[in-house]
């Protein structure tokens, strides 16, 4: 069985400050790893993914996410907040059998 | 390459009404996904199915159902609507046959049940 547990609902930052995102998951195998972002009324869009290859991960927007296995965390971060990234974020795990399971998000907000 | 199209973007339904919602996938995607999003539950998936045939299937009951069509679009069903199914309901796709690629969502059906 494979799960995942975002650590903040919600978080808040000033424009032009640091973000970072928690997610930890629990999975049985090798996991792929995904954050998803969703603006109000839209659908998800892929931030980047992780799949074995390079522990860091580079995602669009500036965004970036480091595998840690040993603390079976992948955290979202980016180094300056801007008033677009204010959205929800979805962190989510997926097994060799395609089985995704998404966490509960996590509401950005951005403080001018 | 289009995107992920769902249609229609909103509806307005009746209770015990029932609605059936489209969503056609990006050129070469074989797998379509459903999900039910609402504020109290978050994501829950609904159903997948890949070249025409249920893959999975999450925890509904059955007045929710689905099917693919041999061109890979795909439609849901809802029979008997309840208020609880106000959520918006979106689709997702991907390439079936490879591993741990992510989805491409589309923007989503917003359904009202009044």
């Known amino acids: 069985a494979q799960s995942v547990t975002q650590l903040d609902s919600h978080v808040s930052v000033s424009e032009g400050t640091p973000v970072l995102l928690r997610c930890n998951y629990s999975?049985?195998?090798?996991?792929?790893l995904f954050w998803y972002v969703q603006h109000p009324n839209k659908g998800l869009q892929l931030l980047l993914k992780y799949t074995s290859a390079a522990t860091l991960v580079k995602g669009i927007n500036g965004f970036e996410a480091e595998f840690k296995k040993s603390e079976t965390s992948f955290h979202l971060t980016k180094p300056s907040a801007h008033m677009s990234d204010a959205a929800e974020y979805f962190c989510?795990?997926?097994?060799?059998?395609?089985?995704?399971?998404f966490g509960a998000g996590t509401r950005l907000t951005v403080k001018p | 390459k289009a995107g992920v199209t769902q249609t229609p973007r909103y509806l307005i339904k009746t209770r015990g009404q029932q609605v059936t919602l489209s969503c056609s996938p990006i050129s070469g995607h074989r797998s379509v996904s459903w999900y039910q999003q609402t504020p109290g539950q978050g994501l829950q998936f609904l159903f997948e199915y890949f070249s025409e045939t249920q893959r999975n299937k999450g925890n509904f009951p059955g007045r929710f159902s689905g099917r693919q069509f041999s061109n890979s679009r795909s439609e849901m069903n809802v029979s008997t609507l309840e208020l609880g199914d106000s959520a918006l309901y979106l689709c997702a796709t991907r390439d079936g046959s490879s591993l741990n690629y992510g989805y491409t969502f589309g923007s989503g059906t917003r359904l009202t049940v009044v």
């Open positions: 989510v795990v997926s097994d060799p059998n395609n089985d995704m399971r």
């Open positions: 999975s049985s195998y090798s996991p792929s």
